[in-house]
């Protein structure tokens, strides 16, 4: 990282448990963790300091909070307040919400029999939490999967279907993450 910074060029770190953000004291930290609610984040971590989504406020716990719920105000920067609240309910894609993901059926371990860019229909098994079966509820290409073999718990989102069916959009970036993108 501060051969990056030597050469001018901006350094992008990933710090899951969040113990370099209080040693490196960046200008700048951007919590996209995207958890619905703050884990921890403050505005003392850095000058600079934005909350992606839900569970943040801006001028309490974060400078800034970017929208991240589909709609008119997807991207937004809030310089005063909070993003819209999580409804729990995926934005529709091709009609569909909900249905488009993926959710353990129990807590265990997570085993895939599908991966990212197949094609599915509804009713096929895409793996298997603990004996249960994770099943398909639409038709469409399978564009989001965690990663095989991990403990995951019951409800925990693991993938999703999108059901315009188009491959090649598993190997770019969506029209969400790209306003997010843009507005950070």
């Not at 609610?37 to 971590?45: F, Y």
């Not at 609240?85 to 993926?102: E, F, K, N, Q, Y």
């Not at 989102?157 to 993450?177: A, H, L, N, W």
């Amino acid at each position: 990282m501060f051969n990056v910074w030597q050469k001018g060029q901006i350094a992008i770190l990933v710090d899951s448990d969040w113990t370099l953000v209080k040693r490196l004291r960046p200008q700048i930290v951007i919590d996209a963790i995207i958890a619905k609610t703050n884990l921890g984040t403050t505005l003392e971590d850095a000058p600079l300091v934005i909350g992606l989504g839900p569970g943040f406020t801006a001028g309490a716990d974060v400078h800034r909070v970017i929208e991240t719920m589909r709609g008119h105000d997807l991207g937004r920067v809030i310089g005063k307040g909070s993003a819209l609240a999580d409804t729990g309910i995926p934005g529709s894609i091709g009609g569909h919400t909900a249905d488009r993901v993926l959710r353990a059926p129990v807590g265990g371990t997570l085993h895939l029999q599908r991966n990212i860019t197949d094609m599915v229909a509804a009713g096929d098994i895409i793996g298997s939490v603990a004996g249960q079966h994770v099943v398909a509820r639409i038709d469409g290409v399978i564009r989001g999967l965690i990663r095989p073999g991990i403990m995951v718990g019951e409800g925990m989102k693991i993938g999703d279907i999108d059901p315009r069916g188009q491959v090649d959009y598993c190997f770019s970036v969506s029209e969400k993450s790209r306003a997010i993108g843009g507005a950070v």
